[in-house]
């Protein structure tokens, strides 16, 4: 399996399929992120497809990249089946280096993974991947209810796993299941580590069971749009998730922010 040097994700094997066959395309996510976006687009993260697939399938100019090349496997076959053709690149955020500039990238669920270390050099490689009055789009979790008590007390990690996950069909007629735990927090680097366990069963036996590690950060709000100002972005917006309005303290969990390269003048 290919995997970038750089970034510990989950991203793999049969994390990949199950992203593929049982997670598939389209849904809420794609209907937020889809007003927001203009082409050509570069969908960053872009997994399997859940996204690029059906904008695609739209007629959206859209080329994606992803740091696992298990995923984009999986994403390059499932747009085949459409008869979809797009430009695929084994490249994590903080590593794009594209000759092709957009004027819309986007992220679902991306930015962070990997570690705090790669935030910023992340967005600075959206800018530049940007025309001039190209936009920059991304959702975001905030740390709020259970997860913010590992800020003022030491967690008890790692977790135990959980029992097993329910057993999902696959078109094949084998079924998987998955499971996470959180290993580690550290409040300083403001870094957590989980794991995935998937097994696979075919006939009703178990015949593979693979475990992936995941780097993520906890970043504000406040942080993002330092790093956003600082990168060169204008028009900085940021709004809740659900309500589609300002963001509320203890009760906004998940941001939809925008960020714009300032236009020629």
Same mark, same amino acid.
């Given at each position: 399996?290919?995997?970038?040097?750089s970034?510990?994700?989950?991203?793999?094997?049969?994390c990949?399929?199950y992203?593929?066959?049982v997670?598939?395309e389209?849904? %809420?996510?794609?209907?937020?992120f889809r007003? #927001?976006?203009?082409?050509p687009? *570069?969908?960053v /993260?872009?997994?399997t497809g859940?996204l690029?697939v059906p904008f695609?399938?739209?007629?959206?100019?859209v080329?994606?990249?992803?740091a696992?090349a298990?995923m984009l496997?999986?994403?390059?076959?499932n747009?085949?089946?459409?008869?979809?053709t797009p430009?695929f690149y084994?490249?994590a955020?903080?590593e794009?280096?594209i000759?092709r500039r957009y004027?819309?990238?986007?992220?679902?669920g991306t930015?962070g993974?990997g570690?705090?270390?790669f935030v910023g050099p992340?967005?600075?490689?959206?800018? %530049?991947?940007?025309?001039p009055?190209?936009? #920059?789009?991304f959702?975001?979790? *905030?740390p709020? /209810?259970r997860?913010?008590r590992g800020?003022?007390?030491?967690p008890n990690?790692?977790?135990a796993w959980?029992?097993e996950?329910?057993?999902e069909?696959l078109?094949?007629?084998?079924?998987?299941?998955m499971?996470s735990?959180?290993?580690?927090?550290?409040?300083?680097t403001?870094?957590?580590?989980?794991?995935?366990?998937?097994?696979l069963?075919?006939?009703?036996?178990?015949s593979l069971?693979?475990?992936?590690?995941?780097t993520n950060?906890?970043v504000f709000?406040?942080?993002?749009?330092?790093?956003?100002?600082t990168?060169g972005f204008?028009d900085?917006?940021?709004?809740?998730w659900?309500t589609?309005?300002?963001p509320e303290?203890w009760?906004s969990r998940?941001?939809l922010?925008t960020a714009?390269?300032?236009?020629?003048p």
């Amino acid at each position: 399996m290919s995997e970038s040097a750089s970034v510990t994700t989950w991203h793999y094997g049969l994390c990949a399929r199950y992203w593929s066959e049982v997670v598939g395309e389209g849904g %809420e996510d794609a209907e937020r992120f889809r007003d #927001l976006i203009e082409a050509p687009a *570069l969908d960053v /993260g872009c997994g399997t497809g859940r996204l690029l697939v059906p904008f695609a399938q739209a007629g959206v100019d859209v080329d994606g990249a992803d740091a696992s090349a298990d995923m984009l496997d999986y994403c390059r076959s499932n747009a085949a089946r459409h008869g979809l053709t797009p430009a695929f690149y084994v490249q994590a955020l903080h590593e794009l280096d594209i000759e092709r500039r957009y004027r819309t990238i986007y992220l679902c669920g991306t930015l962070g993974l990997g570690g705090p270390a790669f935030v910023g050099p992340g967005i600075e490689r959206a800018y %530049e991947h940007l025309t001039p009055g190209g936009r #920059l789009v991304f959702d975001h979790y *905030l740390p709020v /209810g259970r997860d913010f008590r590992g800020w003022i007390e030491p967690p008890n990690l790692p977790q135990a796993w959980p029992e097993e996950g329910p057993r999902e069909p696959l078109p094949d007629g084998s079924e998987i299941s998955m499971v996470s735990r959180r290993v580690a927090f550290d409040p300083l680097t403001q870094e957590t580590m989980s794991e995935i366990r998937l097994r696979l069963y075919e006939n009703g036996e178990l015949s593979l069971e693979e475990t992936y590690p995941l780097t993520n950060s906890i970043v504000f709000w406040l942080e993002l749009e330092r790093m956003l100002t600082t990168a060169g972005f204008v028009d900085i917006t940021c709004i809740d998730w659900e309500t589609r309005e300002p963001p509320e303290p203890w009760q906004s969990r998940r941001l939809l922010i925008t960020a714009t390269r300032p236009a020629l003048p």
